[in-house]
């Protein structure tokens, strides 16, 4: 009797510390039940048998009864309720970027299509050779047209018979425009020639006035060309300028006047029907000064002053080309 109820105190205790996590409480008649997962402590009735559906109380438990449940701590805790420490977290991996793609190459400069920069580099140094020398032309010759219309000086006292060969007699300047001497005259060239005729005699024509004929050739022409306007006035100025009043040659500039005027004089005289080869040559002057106007009471003589050079036999030299009105011993 003892032994029993010892066995039954010991087992109580166990009991009412609860069975084993993931066991069930068997009976000593009763087969061992299958493990279950563990779920924690199983449920137990106040009277201390298991209140699971489909359990069978315990015969020798049945008439004992739990006065008081006592507090106790279970061995091990369910799974849900365990604390786990959380893992560490991994560290960033950085993932190496690729490299930015390379910049596409630039597109090759375009070649210049104009100017001396599209030359190649032989061209590119004579063209500024050339553009050298046509700027330090440019400056020699601004510099003698100085000289040649500035007053006298040093300079020009110096080195005049060089500053005169360059502007002579292509670059001539004259200004008579303006004070202290402007010009107050109107001056006519006019010349007559000696023709042979077919029987072998010679006659003398009228004086024909050049300047009229390139007054008319300006009047009512908007755009006169510098010929008609200068040619013959400026080879007149030239040839009075190199020659004295006996009409005596000063030097190579007098002589040189006397071909200018004498070639122009017979350019002009190729437009007129002359009824045979020209022989010979003579120029004169027609001089009449300005009349003063109304308002002034200054007198004005406006009579026509003549100044009559000698006659010139024509060459071959006074014959422009294409000029076919001189004697044929001239034209061979």
Known sequence: MDSHEDEDAKRARSLSSGPPPGHALVGPDQPEAESQPESGPEPWSESGQDSRPGSQPEPHLQTRTRTQPQTQLPLSLPPQSRTEPEPEPEPPHYRQLPPPPAAPPAPPEPRPTGG????????????????????????VHLGMVFLHVAPSNTVTKQHGKAVDGWIYPEFEQNWKLFAPNPLQQNVAVQVRAEVSRPDGSRRNTDWIDLTAEDGEAIRGNLLPSHVQQNELRRGWDFYLNSHDNEDRPNGRRGRLSESYIRRIVMLRLEAHDLGGPVERIQLRSATRAVK??????????????????????VTTADL?????NGRPEASR
Do not use: N
């Open 292 to 313: 003063a106007p109304e308002w002034s009471d200054e007198k004005t003589d406006t009579r026509p002053f003549h100044r009559v050079l000698p006659w010139w036999t």
């Open 320 to 324: 422009p080309g294409g000029v076919r």
């Open 116 to 139: 001396i920069s599209a030359l190649s580099l032989p061209y590119q140094v004579a063209a500024a050779l050339s553009l050298a020398i046509v700027g330090a032309l440019a400056c």
